[in-house]
T-cell receptor
Framework: SQTIHQWPATLVQPVGSPLSLECTVE??????LYWYRQAAGRGLQLLFY??????ISSEVPQNLSASRPQDRQFILSSKKLLLSDSGFYLC????????????FGEGSWLTVV | AQTVTQSQPEMSVQEAETVTLSCTYD???????LFWYKQPPSRQMILVIR??????QNATENRFSVNFQKAAKSFSLKISDSQLGDAAMYFC?????????????FGTGTRLKVLA
């Protein structure tokens, strides 16, 4: 079976500090990987998606970046966080085993102070 | 561009009653997939039900069923015999597998409250 994990689950970071959120999928190969952000009381905003190693598509211009150093690893980063980066970040995957369905990780709460 | 609209920010239902959550979408495609996800207080996004546009039969998963009206571009979720555990945010989502963009588009969600 397939599993997806992301960490850390919660973090509080000062403005201007760096960020690294990591997501790993197990039990599948060459998945499509996604990073979404959910601001308080709002829907899901697609930030990045990747269809393969080193292949990243950005949906929203911002100070965030994503990387996919390995087939099942997806990292969300920032060099300098802004207050507006606060929110709930969700990693998700879709693969051969899931058909056209996307499945989500547990999420990471980021508070920028 | 494809869009997904959930016009009900919040809904309430009495325990054991039935509630319907609305979702409309805009697309010029004929082949696509629609989904309902549940987000409980834990914030984990959980798949509730999915519908392939080429299937005329409405999808059903236990107490959850959809009313898929392709011509009207409507995809509502019916929850029967509502339980306290059904209280959550519900998101409608769309995907066009032929677009090549691999994107899933989500609505803004409906918060469902279940009253004991």
């Amino acid at each position: 079976s397939q599993t997806i994990h992301q960490w850390p689950a919660t973090l509080v970071q000062p403005v201007g500090s760096p960020l690294s959120l990591e997501c790993t999928v197990e039990g599948t190969s060459n998945p499509n990987l996604y990073w979404y952000r959910q601001a308080a009381g709002r829907g899901l905003q697609l930030l990045f998606y990747s269809v393969g190693i080193g292949q990243i598509s950005s949906e929203v211009p911002q100070n965030l970046s994503a990387s996919r150093p390995q087939d099942r690893q997806f990292i969300l980063s920032s060099k300098k966080l802004l207050l507006s980066d606060s929110g709930f970040y969700l990693c998700a995957w879709r693969g051969r085993e899931s058909g056209n369905t996307i499945y989500f990780g547990e999420g990471s709460w980021l508070t920028v102070v | 561009a494809q869009t997904v609209t959930q016009s009900q920010p919040e809904m309430s239902v009495q325990e054991a009653e039935t509630v319907t959550l609305s979702c409309t979408y805009d697309t010029s495609e004929s082949d696509y997939y629609l989904f309902w996800y549940k987000q409980p207080p834990s914030r984990q996004m959980i798949l509730v039900i999915r519908q392939e546009a080429y299937k005329q039969q409405n999808a059903t998963e236990n107490r959850f069923s959809v009313n898929f009206q392709k011509a009207a571009k409507s995809f509502s979720l019916k929850i029967s015999d509502s339980q306290l555990g059904d209280a959550a945010m519900y998101f409608c989502a769309y995907r066009n597998p032929t677009s090549g963009t691999y994107k899933y588009i989500f609505g803004t969600g409906t918060r469902l409250k279940v009253l004991a």
